[in-house]
């Protein structure tokens, strides 16, 4: 599939674009978690949304201000700080990006060390350069099965905080861009225990405190293994100091709209204050603070009737989907079940293949990668949604049992050959030579940098993790890795159209 072009209008604009995609009535398995206008109008909201337009102000009399909030911002602060059960709530309109920048910079000083897994996305690397911090790698396990990065183990992160105790903090994505957890409690435990701040960055897992806050009133399960559904606890209830939620992910707030949440007393409120200002535009929008206050209105009104409806639909799915042959899921012991990865390499279809056919029938997933396709579900996907990514897989397997699918001349490359495949984790634990970052530096071709020093980070996008950051030595598997990637139409930042990159000058 070309990456770079709609399949129907080539040379579109962009707003020609968004309202073709609009006028699709696709299904959506992607970011933003609200997944349309529809949701906003099935919950009493679609008057609101509709105004939008006119609640685009500025800070005039009355309307408060992000950066010293005390009136109508505070308020809706306080909802989150309610709902999560938090010290302090911040409204983000940067994106987790700017909570997990402004987080950093807050907990280690210019010229320390901040323990990191390497599978981190690149605002904790950008926080990295803006604050003179070195990191120290927590490499994550990779699990087999999947070819993807598996949990930090709190073991670990307990051996890098002995041998590196200089390092002010730890940080690490919890969940991962595929729904897998680590153990956050116990990594939390081992941190304090040297006197460390915990960063969780859990931009994927906002809605884990939904779950958890209604978990006594819905339906126990046993184990999402044996056909129920448990979500894993949320960081915020596990002991991290500070807690990091895009919102706009899985829930219903606007795309670049998240919460930073304090847990403890040991965060230095003014210090993430100075740098959140220093972070995000100094004109927030109106329109984007006002979904965040819908957010936090709608799960205090309707949470439980939200989380339950969601739930259902997730465990209707996963029950059929077992019964599909040749489709296998991605299952782990601290698996987010909210995140649904799909493997149909046993029919004869990679990933790439997978996903092309899930959008010929106008379901549009989140990500791909090897023979996974992640299905990022949200609360605002409806039970049709689940239905018809079920009645799509299996139309597939049972077109499968036909030549149709295995004559495909790229079915020959599935059937578990890309599993362990770049930027799902493998490659991320393959620990690249720093040689310092490079003073000066030249453009040069991709094909020939096996061996030479990089000056930018190279970025596979999704999942944004940098799988070259800059001061590492680029080998010959990374450089086929990325080049392969860049033919399969994917976009990797820091590597441009003409397949050049920037390296240390010779
Ligand atoms: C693991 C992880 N952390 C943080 C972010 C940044 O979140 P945001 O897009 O809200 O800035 C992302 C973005 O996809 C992510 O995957």
Known sequence: MDRKESPTGRGQSLGAFLAEHASLGAVSFHMPGHKGADFFVRNGYGE????????????????????????VIRRTMQKYERLYETRRS???????????????????????RLIMARNCHKSVFNALSLGGIEPVYLRPQVDDRYGVAAEVRACDVAALLDSEPQAAAVILASPNYYGICSDIAAIARETHKRGKLLIVDQAHGAHLKFFANHAAALPRDPDHTKGGLRFPLPAEAQGADLVINSTHKTLASFTQTAVLNVCSDRIDCTLLEDGLQMLQSSSPSYPLMATLDFNADLLAEKGLELMEQWRNDLLWFYEKAANIRGLSLMKGRLMDPSKINLDMSACGLDGDRLERELIKRRIFPELVSGDIVMCMTGIGNTSSDYEKLL???????????????????RAAKAGGKTRASLCAG???????EFCGIPKERERISLEQAAGRVCAMSLIPYPPGIPLVCPGERLTEKTVSSLLALRQAG????????ELCIWAGKA
Request: proline fraction near 2%; glycine fraction near 8%; hydrophobic fraction near 45%.
């Open 48 to 71: 609101k949304i509709k105004r939008l337009a006119e609640w685009d102000i500025t800070e005039i009399f009355g309307a408060d201000n992000l950066f010293q909030p005390e009136s």
């Open 90 to 112: 911040y409204l983000l309109i940067n994106g987790s990006s700017a909570g997990i920048i402004a987080s950093i910079l807050a907990s280690v000083r210019r010229g320390g």
């Open 391 to 409: 009645a799509a897989l299996a139309e597939l397997s049972e077109r499968s049992k036909t030549a149709e699918i295995a004559s495909d001349p």
């Open 426 to 432: 493998a490659d991320y634990a393959v620990q690249l």
């Open 490 to 497: 994917r976009k990797v930042i820091g590597v441009d159209e």
